[in-house]
């Protein structure tokens, strides 16, 4: 049976796998097509961890989305933000404060228009399709400028987006640039694919997978992970195992969760 592919607009590309939407299928979505299941099924066989990684990244995720609330943060920026599954940023806040404003930003045209017919409706959240490594152009766009007042507290989320940015590109320097533009009293929260989540042999086959896909990922060590994350103040317990940044108590990782992510909150000055 073919796929219902009339809500996809003509202009995106269904054929080449696409990391995002592979990260959609590791989490249980519907939002992935043929091509991007084969892709993700054949991860699976090299390491089976990249389900339990992807749903121990996105706890990770709504575990910081609770403090960030907890410290009167009623802002996000979301950069990177995906497909949007159970449990997305803003259906967490709005738990907590429905008034609190999400701006979502995403390159990947589906993640951006599947996330635009999902908030229809919503006053109080945005989505931007724009490139996260053009910093002006995001923090200028009317569904960022124009939902988020940049003179209050806001959290900047970059979670599981980095690895696919290479060096060349500096990371680090992009997140530099969104630490400047927000006030005093904001949060980033990172997180990162590690280096060990498998064998090195394992890895090396993910990574060989991966770069025939729409996404290259950059696997990257602690030291490298902590040096993009500058001099900033980190909140307890600092840079860690996703499954280790204030875990609920008596939690378990599944099997292979605990050493696919890092991930870190810092607080900007």
Excluded at 59 to 70: H, I, K, W, Y
Excluded at 145 to 154: I, K, Q, V
Excluded at 188 to 194: D, E, K, M
């Amino acid at each position: 049976m073919s796929e219902d592919l009339s809500w996809v607009g003509g202009d995106v590309d269904v054929e080449t796998p696409n990391a995002a939407r592979m990260y959609d299928y590791y989490l249980g979505g519907s939002h992935n097509f043929a091509q991007d299941r084969a892709a993700a099924s054949r991860a699976l066989q090299v390491t089976p961890t990249m389900i339990p990684g992807a749903r121990a990244n996105r706890a990770f995720l709504q575990r910081v989305v609770r403090f960030c609330l907890d410290a009167g943060v009623r802002q996000f920026l979301d950069l990177g933000s995906g497909i949007p599954t159970v449990g997305h940023v803003h259906e967490i806040a709005h738990e907590v404060d429905p008034s609190t404003r999400v701006a979502y930003v995403d390159i990947e045209p589906i993640a951006v228009a599947h996330t635009y017919r999902m908030l229809s409706n919503a006053s109080s959240v945005t989505v931007t399709q724009a490139d996260l490594r053009d910093p002006r152009e995001v923090l200028n766009a009317p569904g960022v400028a124009g939902l988020l007042d940049f003179s209050e507290p806001l959290a900047v989320l970059a979670v599981a987006v980095l690895h696919f940015i290479p060096d060349a590109e500096d990371p680090a320097g992009i997140l530099d640039a969104y630490c400047r533009a927000v006030p005093s009293g904001s949060f980033l929260a990172v997180s990162h694919i590690t280096d060990h989540y498998d064998t090195p042999e394992k890895v090396a086959e993910i990574d060989r997978l991966y770069s025939s896909t729409t996404n290259a990922a950059r696997h990257r060590s602690y030291e490298d992970f902590t040096a993009m994350l500058g001099d900033r103040e980190l909140v307890a317990p600092g840079a860690v195992y996703a499954t280790d940044w204030r875990p609920e108590p008596g939690f378990v990782p599944a099997d292979g969760a605990r050493t696919a992510f890092w991930s870190a909150v810092a607080k900007i000055a």
